[in-house]
């Protein structure tokens, strides 16, 4: 079933895993083979993955009641490396979505 908590699971998984291609694998190519080629290949993606997940975070937090530093937490997760995977372990795997 697709709910909005089960697709901001998935954008949260796809922004997280395309954060880490562009920040360990895009960009070192980047500046130490000079072959950006890569960078804009994963910024628009990406980009448009931390769109919705931001807005996918507003839509489904009333629904998961979260407080305001949770919510922080949950935004500021999009900006760290590996932040996103935290967000699905600790707020979003054990939501009964059925």
Do not use: C
């Not at 360990?24 to 980047?30: E, G, L, S, Y």
């Not at 910024?43 to 998961?64: D, N, R, T, V």
């Amino acid at each position: 079933m697709f709910s909005f908590i089960n697709i901001f699971r998935l954008v949260a998984f796809l922004e997280g895993l395309s954060y880490i291609l562009l920040l360990f694998i895009a960009t070192p190519i980047k500046y130490l083979l000079d072959d950006a080629q890569y960078v804009k290949l994963l910024g628009m993606p990406h980009g448009l993955l931390f769109i919705a997940y931001i807005i996918l975070a507003i839509m489904i937090k009333p629904e998961l009641r979260w407080n305001s530093k949770q919510f922080t937490l949950v935004l500021l997760a999009s900006i760290l490396p590996f932040g996103t995977f935290y967000i699905d372990y600790k707020y979003l795997k054990s939501v009964n979505n059925g």
